[in-house]
């Protein structure tokens, strides 16, 4: 990593923002957004604090440089080996949250009906003692069970800890049915265990890397868009396949536009090549895996030239690239993507990838995917729970729904908040960090469920659609004012890093732990929140995990010993299975009634004059998290439709790049304005936006009312039956110019 440059990070990663506001410190210049002034107060003298990211999910390590009592910049902790001494644009720009002057100031009781959006402000006092005595309501009439927890990001484990002591297993997060959740479902099944994050792929050093339909670069997952500049600054070949050329096909040796939801028949062919050709591990395989005859005998007849007619893609070219990402092995890296929810069939897509990374004996080895490690960490000691029936969560309405899913489906929860859909009905929930106006697809089902609620509390920093709709706002700090739990994912290098905030709280917001533990207390739960604060919890974890405290709080992250990541290392491939053997073949799918090795069959196709809606991320937003954030919207102010020039001529009224239009789905369903960007660099059957834009809150005032919300267009999805995971990529448009907007 150390040959990467700020110049090669910008070349991959900022492509898609003109190269601007990328890696760090550029934020001080912006210290303005709060104040009158937009001089740069300078940084020397700084107080510099280390902590862990939170504008998306990576948690990377950063410096806050404080100075006056302000954090004027936020720059990559050099310590911290998920940053490496950078960060992505969202990371730099982390004073534009701070500052925000739409923050949630102080506590918020609905004063009106649901939805109206009309809070009045109250007292921290009023606002929990009205939680709690809408908690225990919901308790003594339902049991502890009728209360759900969604939560997003890394502040919810305080919640999560509530929710467990408060007996209820009704945690969900977006971040699996609607997301990642299908992959993890898919290398689960094959490999043993899922995939979790980061994800453990060697991007540095694999010589082919395999994109299908990951946006990485514009999808800055911070370590990985690192890794991906190296690599390809070493010479690494890129296979993208994506309907839209991205940001990562323009670095491609070869892009495949393929048509849609034809992934698996394009994965299938390749195989076909891969057997055909002899080009596959055949040892590796024969050490490791089994099924290989069934597979081979499976992908017999899916030929390249059976494949072109699905995918639109040439047979040439799928040997030629067949022939590119086998060249390389095993230090070819199918990567796995992420949001993965597109059509239903998702776990058996993410499982014909796993399969090609065994074919290509890239599991386990340099260049594909790693054995990780953990840094040992003591639990806080609590007293023992009290001995009670554990309910089973109210996610799946039939006992063996979704069999795969090792998590919490959260539209299952939201389904079991109707009444007559479930298990048991749902009668509260904690929205902790997610607008899951946005976050789940179909919002009318979502707000229908919201109408059965006898309390919906959402705690937030800034006032996103779901607080609109629920009883009590309660307003969170931003992770610069706040200490957490510590970070130690499973990694390559093991580590521990710390959370710690670098200046007070604003305005009168809390900590995410002291708004858990309050409410704790309220509810009767005190003796499991027996910590003063999440420094003394934090410490008493270091303490007894023999880190030494002042050194982590000093550097934000520690390492732990090196372990042996691939058999070049001499470790063994990371097979989790009971028979230790990588599963070609699935007895688990097949004996529940699924396909057992990966098969595919036709996507519904949509209205005549209608295109498949697709959606992706943009390389300086985390969803609408950020869409507020003024530092963030310089670069891409509002999201834009991405639509093929020549269907773009041949629409009834033609539209030209710029012009304003509204998005029409097959329901009737309109969001925009927002405008058309005309280009060669989509497929014609299908038209492309950023997720997270659109906003309705009326105290977003600069989000508000910009781009169009790909949720409002989500009015159907394709439940994955293996893991519940909801595909969103079946909902069609059609475009109608406007005036632009006043
Ligand atoms: Fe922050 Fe970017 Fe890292 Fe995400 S990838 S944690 S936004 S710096």
Redesign the pocket.
């Known amino acids: 990593m150390s040959q990467i440059t700020r110049r090669r990070f910008i070349q991959i990663g900022g492509a898609a923002v003109g190269g601007a506001a990328v890696v760090s410190g550029l934020s001080s210049r912006w210290w303005g957004l709060d104040a009158d002034r937009v001089d740069d107060p300078g940084t020397e003298g700084d107080r510099v604090v280390a902590s862990?990211?939170?504008?998306?999910?990576?948690?990377?390590g950063?410096l806050a440089h404080v100075k006056d009592g302000k954090v004027t910049k936020v720059t990559?902790n050099p310590d911290h080996p998920?940053?490496l001494g950078m960060?992505?644009?969202?990371?730099?720009g982390?004073t534009g949250m701070i500052y925000d002057p739409d923050r949630l100031r102080k506590p918020l009781v609905r004063t009106s009906k649901r939805g109206d959006d009309v809070f009045e402000e109250v007292s921290w006092d009023a606002a929990l003692n009205k939680v709690a005595e809408g908690l225990l309501k919901v308790k003594e009439r339902h049991g502890p069970e009728a209360v759900a927890l969604f939560t997003h990001g890394f502040g919810g484990s305080w919640f999560k800890h509530l929710m467990k002591v408060w007996g209820s297993p009704n945690v969900g997060a977006p971040s699996y049915a609607q997301c990642r959740g299908p992959r993890e479902a898919g290398y689960q099944l094959t490999y043993g265990a899922g995939l979790g994050s980061p994800e453990p792929v060697d991007i540095e050093n694999a010589r082919v890397i395999t994109l299908i339909g990951s946006h990485l670069g514009e999808n800055?997952?911070?370590?990985q868009v690192q890794e991906l500049a190296e690599a390809v600054g070493k010479g690494a070949q890129l296979v993208v396949v994506d309907p839209r050329y991205s940001v990562a096909a323009g670095k491609a040796r070869y892009w495949l536009p393929v048509k849609p939801g034809t992934d698996i028949a394009l994965l299938l062919a390749w195989m076909n090549v891969l057997f055909e050709e002899g080009l596959y591990d055949a040892a590796y395989l024969a050490r490791w895996a089994t099924g290989v005859e069934e597979l081979r005998a499976h992908v017999a007849s899916r030929t390249p030239e059976w494949a072109w007619p699905i995918t639109g893609i040439r047979p040439e070219l799928i040997r030629e690239s067949a022939r590119l990402i086998a060249s390389a092995r095993p230090a070819s890296l199918v990567h796995p993507g992420r949001h993965t929810t597109w059509y239903g069939d998702d776990t058996q897509r993410a499982r014909a990838m796993a399969i090609l990374a065994a074919m290509l004996g890239s599991w386990g080895h340099r260049g594909g995917y790693l054995a990780t490690g953990k840094y040992p960490l003591a639990s806080h000691p609590v007293p023992k729970l009290p001995e009670r029936p554990s309910a089973r969560p109210a996610d799946r309405p039939k006992a063996g729904g979704y069999p795969v899913a090792d998590e919490v489906i959260a539209s299952g929860l939201c389904d079991a908040t109707t009444p007559g859909h479930a298990l048991y009905d749902l009668k509260a929930w904690i929205v902790y960090g997610t607008n899951l106006i946005q976050a789940m697809p179909d919002t009318r089902k979502t707000i229908a469920a919201i109408q059965n609620l006898d309390l919906l509390v959402a705690i937030d920093i800034l006032p996103a659609e779901i607080c609109g709709w629920a009883d009590v706002v309660l307003p969170e700090c931003t992770y610069l004012e706040r200490d957490d739990d510590l970070a130690a994912p499973a990694y390559k290098r093991p580590f521990v890093a710390v959370r710690q905030a670098a200046v007070e709280p604003m305005y009168e917001s809390k900590p995410g732990w002291w708004i858990a533990k309050e409410i704790g207390t309220r509810v009767g739960l005190g003796a499991w929140f027996p910590w003063k604060d999440a420094r003394e919890y934090v410490d008493t974890r270091l303490a007894a995990s023999k880190v030494d405290v002042a050194e982590i709080r000093k550097k934000g992250a520690v390492l732990g010993p090196r372990v042996a990541t691939c058999v070049e290392e001499g470790a063994a491939p990371p097979i989790a299975t009971p028979s230790g053997k990588i599963l070609l073949f699935s007895e688990e799918l097949k004996g529940l009634g699924f396909d057992p090795i990966p098969t595919y069959y036709p996507q519904d196709e949509g209205p005549p004059g209608t295109m498949r809606l697709l959606t992706g991320r943009s390389p300086t937003h985390?969803f609408g998290r950020t869409t507020n954030n003024r530092l963030l919207s310089q670069p891409y102010p509002e999201n834009e439709v991405w639509v093929n020039a020549q269907v773009a001529r041949s629409l009834p009224v033609p539209v030209r790049n710029g012009d304003w239009v509204v998005l029409v789905n097959q329901d009737g369903a309109r969001a925009g304005p927002v405008r058309a960007k005309v280009t060669e660099r989509i497929r014609g059957d299908c038209v492309y936006l950023v997720h997270g834009w659109g906003h309705t809150a009326k105290g977003l005032r600069y989000a508000r009312g910009r781009g169009a919300s790909d949720s409002d267009l989500i009015t159907r999805y394709k439940v994955d039956p293996i893991m519940g995971g909801t595909g969103m990529n079946v909902n069609f448009v059609r475009i109608e110019p406007v005036e632009k907007p006043s």
């Open positions: 862990f990211c939170e504008l998306c999910f990576w948690n990377c950063v990559g998920l940053s960060l992505c644009p969202r990371g730099a982390a800055m997952h911070n370590t985390t």
